[in-house]
């Protein structure tokens, strides 16, 4: 592995999920490999668990840690080749990120969707201008439309937690009054579908009309309407807001009954809920749920390390 951008950087799913539960039960088996190295996690957007956990991962493998939060600790970055710069972003990333690749070994980057343009936002720039221009890997901490760090977490999770060799996985819209970007439920469906082609879960989507995911990441994901037919016997139950991508970055409805309650969960297969944090309590899912002891929510959290541990100690071993 070089970059970890999404999915398709990983060449074995089942090892690199195995990779992150070797980490969990032994965090410092491999704390000589990132010996005198570093890394740069470069956020241009609010994180708790990726900044914590991708940090803390570093840590356990030896990697020294620098973080930057880009307009706040730095210059403004423009992404746009060949503009005058009159504007309020002060520096290019053509010698923002050549320079911080001088300091770093791997530099980790989050750049949200700005959901105002889906062409803008689909293209991925912040990402592909740091991958040209940093001559180091980068680690994608959550992109416009990708957050494969929650992802390989999400697979730990579920691999660790499940009571039946082929588990029933749902992914559940949720309402909020935001517009929030398409990237976890992108990523999640990518990867689910991938452990779905493995044979390794069953997984459903359902959520309201409008709210169809990009068919590169729905791909050939059953979705299910009918909210309680999908929650039927589900063996885990994964829910996210997001905001429309066909009538891009709008919330076209605000339906309380699609918050996950108890009355929900009743009609699972005593299954477990996930969600990747942070969550708006009731307006989302109920208190009862989140405190309840169907809920993997802290776990699935704590996993975030564990990933993160993985995807750095393959491209460590490779450096
Ligand atoms: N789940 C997740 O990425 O959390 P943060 O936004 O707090 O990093």
């Excluded at 799913?13 to 470069?42: C, E, M, V």
């Excluded at 959901?115 to 689909?122: E, M, Q, S, W």
Aim: proline fraction near 4%; aromatic fraction near 8%; hydrophobic fraction near 45%.
């Amino acid at each position: 592995m070089t970059n970890f951008l999404s999915l398709s950087d990983v060449t074995d799913l089942d090892a690199l999920i195995q990779s992150g539960r070797d980490a969990k039960a032994n965090p410092f088996a491999d704390q000589h490999i990132g010996k005198n190295k570093t890394i740069g996690l470069i956020f241009f957007n609010s994180s708790l668990r990726t900044r914590l956990s991708t940090q803390k991962a570093a840590q356990n493998l030896g990697l020294n840690v620098m973080i930057m939060n880009v307009g706040q600790d730095s210059w403004g970055l423009e992404m746009e080749e060949g503009v005058l710069m009159n504007g309020d972003k002060a520096e290019h990333v053509r010698e923002a990120a050549a320079v911080i690749g001088r300091y770093c070994d791997i530099i980790g980057i989050r750049a949200f969707a700005e959901l105002k343009d889906r062409n803008a936002d689909y293209r991925e720039q912040v990402m592909h201008q740091f991958a040209k221009y940093a001559d180091v890997p980068i680690v994608n901490l959550e992109s416009a439309t990708r957050h494969p760090l929650q992802s390989l977490a999400d697979c730990i999770t579920i691999d660790e937690a499940k009571r039946v060799a082929r588990p029933k996985v749902v992914l559940t819209w949720l309402p909020h009054f935001k517009p929030l970007p398409q990237a976890v439920a992108n990523s999640f469906c990518e990867w689910m579908n991938a452990r779905a082609q493995a044979g390794a879960v069953e997984f459903v989507m359902t959520h309201p009309e409008g709210y169809e995911l990009a068919p590169e990441f729905a791909g050939n994901a059953r979705v299910i309407y009918d909210r309680a037919e999908a929650f039927a016997g589900a063996d885990f139950i994964y829910g996210k807001n997001w905001s429309s991508y066909t009538q891009y970055g709008q919330v076209l409805t605000q339906d309380p009954s699609w918050a996950v309650t108890m009355n929900d969960m009743a009609l699972t297969n005593n299954g477990k809920f996930m969600h990747c944090l942070p969550v708006r309590r009731n307006l989302k899912v109920s208190d009862a749920v989140l405190d309840g002891p169907q809920s993997l929510v802290i776990e699935q959290a704590a996993n975030r390390e564990w990933s993160a541990q993985a995807v750095l100690k393959e491209i460590l071993k490779r450096a």
